[in-house]
């Protein structure tokens, strides 16, 4: 009886998931099944409008609440349950980019969205429907520091971040049981940013390279003439240090070539404020987000081996621009409310990614772009190609891509790593949903690996074929569903042959090692 008892428990019921903060307080309770054969007792822990969290006799289980009828003082009203969903971190995505996409779910499933400022820095976003309040999205606009510290601390369910997360985070948070934070499920990329250098209406520099704009954060470079501007002294101007934008910053300048920033930099709190002191001194440099850039006067990136690339949008979502930065959510490993779960499902939608779009962020739909707009990389290619990439391949990749569109989708490697980049783990699963989703039914979707110029042509190549053949392979694993006679996918490399930076960096070589996705 014992042994039969503990099956139909084992079927009820899953182990060892926490539902979220905030809940009901602890109480007696019991289940009965709905057959009335088995009966369990304990101490409710959490509801999340579908399942309990209950401590018992035989440990901590997860109830579906479909499958039992609930007795006792702490037993929640199935029909008034209200999600709670409390988001902390980054200002910039706190102010306009989180609350538009409660505003869209929320018109998308029918909620009526209401607005209350709590305290400067936290905000409430209550879901109605009706009379009937559905969930409530509540957001501390502060830093990704503080973002991670509130997850920490048991006092938030999301974190919005405009860095990865460092990994005394990611050992801290798994040693309090949420998880590997960087794991799929676990952080999201919810649209992309960028760092643009910015300078005074007026001034002539209007180029530099990265690894000049590095050296000028540390004050490696303090004149403007050194740069091919006048002779006078460069005014750096940066986010405050506790940004996630700020720490972003330095992590992709600096860090890198193990620099710090000058102590003559001046910080500020706020992009605004950033852009007004740039915007009066006629020697100011600074470096902003891309979607805050409005008025600022954008520095395009450039070197002797590639062509000039500038902050656009699409050059974003390509990646082609080096200085490209995912805007994150991380969430523990807990059960969220099913509203949360619908709101972070609403995330990935075509709807989304306009919303993200019109609040001056880059999404993260794919897009379509057609040779005759690409002129300027394949007269890149034979302009640049070294003495050990012969006629005959420029010739077989221009034959090969010719017919084709690029995908706006590129994927990229960790340096130092054989790991996708976050960037890339969130554009495997978006390519994933879109072949399952049959978006690509009928066409040929080809990956193509190149890398940088180091070392001979020919091995390059076939780490560049290998690089391809991982995106290749992670795809199809993750389009679960994806039926491959509905979409012809295949992997094909070309090394070194179309550079679209100098190999004489490390940001340089970073770019030219990619996987882009062409299609016809």
């Known amino acids: 009886m014992i042994k039969h008892r503990a099956a139909i428990l084992a079927a009820l019921f899953l182990f060892g998931q926490s539902l979220g903060i905030g809940q009901a307080a602890a109480q007696d309770v019991t289940f009965l099944s709905r057959d009335g054969s088995v009966e369990v007792s304990g101490t409710l822990l959490g509801f999340d409008g579908e399942y309990y969290r209950v401590d018992t006799l035989y440990g901590e289980l997860t109830v579906d609440s479909s499958g039992v009828i609930c007795d006792g003082p702490g037993c929640p009203d199935l029909t008034s349950y209200v999600a709670e969903l409390e988001l902390s971190g980054a200002a910039a995505m706190g102010r306009v980019l989180l609350p538009a996409l409660i505003e869209g779910f929320g018109l998308k499933y029918g909620y009526t969205v209401e607005r209350k400022d709590l305290e400067p820095t936290r905000t409430e976003y209550r879901l109605t429907e009706g009379d009937r309040i559905a969930g409530v999205f509540r957001i501390h606009s502060s830093n990704t520091d503080e973002g991670f510290a509130d997850l920490l601390a048991n006092e938030a369910d999301m974190v919005m971040a405009l860095r990865e997360m460092r990994p005394d985070e990611r050992e801290r948070a798994q040693d309090a049981g949420m998880g590997d934070l960087r794991s799929v499920g676990r952080s999201r990329v919810l649209a992309l940013d960028a760092l643009v250098p910015i300078v005074a209406p007026g001034n002539p520099v209007t180029a530099l390279t990265v690894p000049q704009l590095s050296d000028v954060l540390a004050g490696k470079v303090t004149n403007w003439q050194q740069l091919g501007g006048p002779d006078a002294p460069i005014d750096v101007h940066l986010r405050d240090g506790a940004s996630g934008f700020g720490q972003a910053t330095v992590d992709r300048l600096l860090s890198p070539v193990g620099e710090a920033l000058s102590p003559g930099a001046t910080r500020h709190d706020s992009d605004a404020l950033l852009i007004r002191a740039v915007m009066r001194d006629p020697f100011?440099?600074?470096?902003?987000?891309?979607?805050?850039l409005r008025e600022a006067v954008p520095v395009a990136l450039s070197g002797a081996c590639g062509f000039t690339l500038r902050p656009t949008r699409r050059n974003a979502k390509t990646e082609d621009y080096p200085l490209v930065l995912p805007v994150f959510l991380y969430l523990p490993a807990r059960r969220l409310p099913k509203l949360g779960r619908e709101f972070l499902a609403y995330t990935r939608s075509s709807a989304a990614q306009l919303v993200i779009r019109r609040v001056g962020y880059v999404d993260q739909a794919p897009e379509e772009v057609p040779i005759n707009m690409q002129g300027d990389r394949f007269a890149n290619a034979i302009a640049r190609a070294g003495e050990e990439v012969p006629l005959q391949e420029l010739q077989r990749m221009v034959g090969r891509l010719t017919p084709m569109k690029r995908l706006t989708t590129s994927f990229r490697i960790e340096a130092g790593s054989s790991d996708l980049d976050a960037q890339s783990r969130s554009n495997i699963l978006q390519l994933a949903d879109a072949l399952e989703s049959g978006d690509y039914d009928g066409r040929e979707l080809l990956f193509v690996g190149f890398s940088d110029g180091e070392g001979p042509a020919g091995p390059n190549r076939e780490i560049a074929q290998r690089r391809a053949q991982v995106v290749y392979d992670a795809i199809v694993t993750a389009a679960e569903t994806f039926d491959p006679t509905r979409t012809q996918l295949s992997v094909e490399a070309f090394g070194e042959a179309m550079p679209m930076a100098c190999d004489d960096s490390a940001w340089g070589r970073q770019v030219n090692r990619r996987v882009e996705v062409w299609l016809r």
């Not at 100011?284 to 805050?292: D, P, R, T």
């Open 284 to 292: 100011a440099l600074g470096v902003i987000s891309l979607s805050e």
